[in-house]
């Protein structure tokens, strides 16, 4: 599979094509050091294989904030020492950290933005990315990875809602690109050619009067004409639609935008991947081969693979599904993708941190903060000796299922659907032994089967296969019976 | 062209596969009457052969509004025929109504939603649908479209926000569905079998928690269960997300919603094909051959005619191209394309409309309220003798390009731009004869032209061509002149 094959990000080689881009963890303290918490989050994904670990957004600066790490100061340097040490003695990957600068919010509503910034204050920035790059390298670090997306400060200064009307004028494309291009290269001095540097922006802002590709396509351009190492998108998670929670500091992913960000179950499979296709071949098109990487609901092994062998993206990046299955690699290199924790994208990960509260996957056996060491020599998930008895009824057009427990260690069960002749996808997961299908369709002939699955992703066999047909309602005579 | 082979509709076969959606013109009055206005808009797409000419929002009841058309008594019949008897001696196309049920909105802010209605009320929306349909029928329309898109009472719902919890529960697809049923079914009770009906909806809602392609594509499969006769798509265009403007009632459109609803410049060309393709694969993958409708951006002809040959899009829609040029698809047969006045995207129709203003095309020569005709006696606009003269500088990396006026019935210029070897695009339309091209970027070389055009789109010989190159600013300089 060319998705497992090494992958040269300028100076470095990643073992595969995977990267876990940076997921908020609500791990770390307040203090902003690295702490164990933190550790075994990362160690699992070295021990996963995944080819490049991006450490969560890590703060350049001394601002106030939740828990969040640090690298700005140099006695956080030694806390990231040992994270990354332990994370290669784990497995395989590199591993770079995002790092961030971030305006002010208050709970009062009130935030800060980038026109209240002073010259001497963009140039403070530039300095704190200049310096935090520099402790990163000291850390050990394979590379660093400049977080240039969603909510904030460079981001905002791409964005084409920039109100700055002075060298960063958000009316032209040079404006906005400016502050970039001042932290790319005070970054570059301060690390030195050899050390990767990766950025990550926003393909598409998803607000009124955002930029979509025509825009983005030319911001990559530039990104790879200053020597970017890799170029990370994503979508959203802005601040203009934000959703104000009474007492809370506004929190971007709360709007349309944060849908778009982390699409949940009412989208499609890899809504994004139009736009890291039109951005790699745009910067193609301009003899740049910078690494795109694509991320946005891919959980499938052979979406993924296509993805690569297709030249849609160089490196396929996923956050909610590393997350779930951290070891998704290392089961796609042994051939045991059937033992994968499928992401459902439930987004309660993503309801966790927008509460403020350490983030976990609805997968994982209750109470569990990291995800579970799978262990071979325990028994997967098995239904009782008299089978899983899976039934059906319908109920106003929502097909219900129930059926027994399987024993052993069960964390949940995956609920499969197939239409017609299609093949089976998990719909949903679900913790106890019942589900109702409400997005089903009368007029559409629906199989369901269901297997359990303990917190490392083993199944159960298969249960029962059933077959459910429920009419088209007949609103003539309804519609006739009301008139 | 495939494009222009006619499509079988239901019982009608219109002459080719290009549609104008509903749009809405301001050009009625308060009292709901066809006027001279209404006709002479409708006119220049018969004439211009418009295969299905999709009439503006005609309200299938009495509410209070601005101006509307309306279907809601027998007497606003007669305007109806007389609209349909003259677009049909213009010309070729096939002419139905879009007939629309909305809600109350106040200027105060307040709006009604479907949660108040009783279900006596939902009675009497059906019944309002299947009596406007009946006098659709009379008026001699070949047809009728069902309004089920955008922030209107169909809409909302199917939307996935329905908050219902009663027969029509916004939990489940099947009572989501049941309005559109209802009304569906009563429509074709009373227009018959052999009365094209078709719907429009949203293949996107474009809003927090709204639904996206997965939903959207089981909505149009119920649709074809139905037995509609045409799908055309569109998206967003939502209340949730409108702005709110102080003494105005909401708007839909003013949000990110309606950003997507009518993508501006911002957007790449067809944004929204990936969904029509997504819907049409998935009703043909059911054994339904009900045609498809793509709009979106679409203005080229080479674009429009790959969407069909590719089968991504049974029939093409677009609305803001055929406002600016109405005579797109006679242009493409009489193999004319040069000459199509091209719609640049500027939304400035869609500002109009915000703004409760008649409807005009900025494309359009001052005071125009209606698409100018075409007249091949007079000359096209031509330079001085001196030439054209274009000259560009550059200034903090926007290029400036200024040129000599050309003579005769002069519009506008349309600025022409290619990258490197890459074609050349029209990157706006000006008035005057100058133009700043603020998405330049650094590093990239540009060659540009201008052509001016009369208001039917014959343009001027392109003026000289010039090329123009800035370099990537020295952000590392700079960073160090700041430190």
């Known amino acids: 599979m060319k998705l497992l094959e090494p992958v040269r990000i300028g100076t470095m080689t990643a073992p595969n094509r995977v990267l876990v881009p940076a997921m908020v963890t609500r791990l770390s303290g307040e203090d902003g050091f690295v702490n164990q918490g933190i550790i075994d989050r990362y160690v699992r994904y070295s021990a996963g294989h995944v080819g490049l670990i991006v450490v969560e957004a890590t703060a350049v600066h001394e601002s106030k904030s939740g828990p969040l790490l640090r690298l700005s100061r140099d006695d956080f340097v030694a806390g990231h020492r040992d994270l990354v040490r332990q994370v290669k003695d784990a497995g395989p990957s590199k591993i770079v950290p995002q790092i961030i600068h971030f305006m002010k919010v208050a709970r009062s509503g009130w935030r800060q933005t980038i026109d209240m910034l002073e010259e001497r204050d963009i140039d403070g920035i530039v300095e704190a990315f200049g310096s935090a790059a520099a402790r990163a390298r000291e850390a050990g670090y394979d590379g660093i990875e400049l977080h240039s997306a969603h909510a904030y400060t460079l981001s905002s200064f791409l964005s084409r809602r920039n109100p700055r009307r002075d060298a960063y004028d958000g009316r032209t494309l040079e404006g906005r690109l400016r502050m970039f291009g001042r932290v790319m290269a005070r970054v570059r001095q301060m690390v030195g050619k050899d050390f990767p540097v990766g950025v990550r922006f926003l393909a598409e802002e998803a607000i009124k009067d955002g930029y979509a590709l025509p825009d983005s396509q030319r911001i990559a351009l530039r990104m790879a004409q200053l020597g970017v190492d890799y170029i990370s998108l994503s979508v959203g998670g802005k601040f203009e639609d934000a959703v104000q929670k009474e007492g809370s500091p506004l929190y971007p992913y709360t709007g349309y935008s944060g849908d778009r960000c982390m699409p949940g179950e009412q989208y499609p499979p890899l809504p994004h991947v139009h736009l890291a296709a039109g951005i790699k071949a745009y910067i193609n098109s301009h003899g740049f081969d910078v690494p795109v990487v694509s991320v946005g609901k891919i ?29 998704w690699v290392r089961k796609v290199e042994e051939k045991r993708e059937d033992a994968i924790l499928r992401c459902i994208y439930c987004n309660v990960c993503k309801q966790l941190d927008e509460n403020f509260k350490l983030v976990s ?45 399987a024993s052993g260690d069960v964390a949940g069960y995956d609920v499969f659907r197939a239409e017609a002749d299609g093949t089976s996808k998990i719909v949903e997961a679900v913790k106890g032994a019942k589900f109702a299908d409400k997005l089903a369709l009368g007029g559409v002939g629906y199989t369901y089967h269901v297997m359990a699955y303990d917190g490392t992703g083993r199944h159960s066999p298969p249960s029962n296969v059933i077959h459910v047909e429920t009419p088209v309602p007949a609103f003539g005579e309804t519609g006739a019976a009301h008139a």
């Open 361 to 405: 996957c609805f997968l994982w056996p209750k109470g569990f903060t990291q995800a579970p060491i799978e262990d071979l020599s325990k028994d997967a998930p098995r239904w009782p000796a008299t089978g899983a008895g899976l039934k059906a009824s319908v109920e106003d057009g929502v097909v219900k299922l129930v059926w027994s427990r």
């Open 299 to 327: 959980s499938d092994p052979a979406d993924a693979e296509r993805l690569v062998t297709e030249g849609r993206a160089d490196i396929v990046g996923m956050a909610r599904q590393l997350l779930a299955d951290p070891a």
